[in-house]
């Protein structure tokens, strides 16, 4: 595997290359990234991945200063993944000036759940992603699905932006007792770790009501964080949403996932289940 810290290095590398796909990722690579990485290689003969924690997706007060930063254990992983060529820049090399032009979703899809409780992060989300985009010139890109939120807005930004990249999902990774892999996990206290799964067990209550004809979403989504406030979670929102566009679904409709996130002790986590 190639490391390249510099746009100019990872654009000459890509000149050799013919099917590229990229797997943009923060670092503090799970199971999930590495399972992203191999699929990878089934659309393309270079699979390139990138770590850039990325500060414009970060609110004040969020954790980007004590985000898990574990480069070298993060190489040896992808090393043994197959991955061709990893990019990691450092902020001047991605921002060798203030960034004065953004990316800025619809507000029907960024300002909505994720969005409502996190002001301009898909701003930001969709500001690094178009310029790894512009830097690799992949042809496929891959993301997960739990994220189910920034998958649709990148998907949606090449599609409308004509941008010759087609967007590949990657299925959510989950632990033995359900908990969606995430590189916040480790920020979970071992009381935490247990209760976490908790909230993939609430996803799951909402989805068999939903398949045994329950269409009554609102009530749903309410008896579910109360659920989770009874546990001492914090729920920021638990909804159900269709999938094409995470808009209010009509009763009866189908294509739906139902979404979550909710703060256990410090940690925010996130999870979604399909229908």
Known sequence: MQVHDTIAALRAARKSARRVA???TMGNLHEGHIALMKQAREHADTVIATIFVNRLQFRPGEDFDKYPRTFQADCEKLKAAG???LFAPNEAEMYPEP???HV???AAQADILDGEF???HFVGVATVVMKLFQIAQPDVALFGKKDYQQL?????????LNLPIEVIAGETIRAADGLALSSRNGYLSAKERAEAPKLFEALTKVIEKIRGGNHDFPQ????SIEFLRSRNWLPDYVAVRKKSDLQLPTAH???LVVLAAARLGSTRLIDNLEV
Do not use: F, K, T, W
């Open 99 to 101: 960034q004065g032009y």
């Open 253 to 255: 409709e189908s294509g």
């Open 83 to 85: 991955v061709d060529h």
């Open 152 to 160: 649709m807005i990148l998907r949606n930004m090449a599609r409308e």
């Open 118 to 120: 996190r002001p301009g």
């Open 22 to 24: 990229l797997v943009p």
């Open 104 to 106: 800025h979703p619809p």
């Open 220 to 223: 749903l989504e309410r008896d």
